[in-house]
Every structure is written in structure tokens, then in C-alpha cells.
């Protein structure tokens, strides 16, 4: 499974961005995806994931109330809409895909299956 990311882009504080993952050599709905962002010198902060087809989501305290997940399983594709950005959200956005939610959905050792090569998301204040 090859895992491919959307450009992310620059926006101000307060604005909107819909990042985007999509599957290639299998179905996307089989697999649990997580979403992670990084910083540098920091370790990868785990943000939300969504389980396998329509599975259940969940959300890190930083993000919940303003970050959606979904899945076009018709589109081989789970998106990350992000609201109300703050430029604490200015990161390194990688998607991640694994057969089932790991047992600690927040730590990226723990997804072992395919990543994506990450997207640059800057929030200006």
C-alpha cells in the first residue's frame, strides 16, 4: 500500500485546509489510518485516526473540536479537514495507514504499515 499526501500550503490564523490521502496498491478501507505532525526537533505528535471503512474516529486533545477525519472509501482516500488553525498547528503532516488502530494510536512506532511523505501546513499569525 503506497499512500500519497495533498499539497498542504500556507494559511492564516483562523482559516481552513483539507489535507488528503490517497491509496494506491489496495483498498484503503481495509486499514485503520492515522494522521501525525511533526516539528523539528521534536517527535511525531499523533492527531487523529479513523478505523477501518467506517470505523471510529479520534482525536487528540490539540485538535479536537476543530479537525475532522473522513473517508471516501470510493475514492481510496481519507481526508484531514483542519479549522480554525492556529500557528501552534504549523507542522509536518504525515498520514499513516496499519490493519487495525495500534494499541497506542499516538505514538508513530506503533503504526508499522505505510507512510505518507508528509505535507508542509504553515499557519502565519
Known amino acids: 500500500l503506497q499512500l500519497v499526501q495533498s499539497w498542504g500550503g500556507l494559511v492564516q490564523t483562523g482559516g481552513s485546509l483539507r489535507l488528503s490521502c490517497v491509496a494506491s496498491g489496495g483498498t484503503l478501507d481495509y486499514y485503520a489510518v492515522g494522521w501525525f505532525r511533526q516539528v523539528p526537533g521534536k517527535e511525531p505528535e499523533g492527531i487523529s485516526c479513523v478505523g477501518t471503512s467506517d470505523g471510529d474516529t479520534f482525536y487528540a486533545e490539540s485538535v479536537k473540536g476543530r479537525f475532522t477525519v473522513s473517508r471516501d472509501n470510493a475514492k481510496n482516500t481519507v481526508y484531514l479537514q483542519m479549522n480554525s488553525l492556529k500557528p501552534e498547528d504549523t507542522a509536518v503532516y504525515y498520514c499513516?495507514?496499519?490493519?487495525?488502530?495500534?494499541?497506542?494510536?499516538?505514538?508513530?512506532?506503533?503504526?508499522?504499515?505505510?507512510w505518507g511523505r508528509g505535507t508542509q501546513v504553515t499557519v502565519s499569525s
Open positions: 499513516a495507514a496499519e490493519v487495525t488502530i495500534p494499541v497506542n494510536p499516538w505514538l508513530a512506532d506503533y503504526w508499522r504499515g505505510s
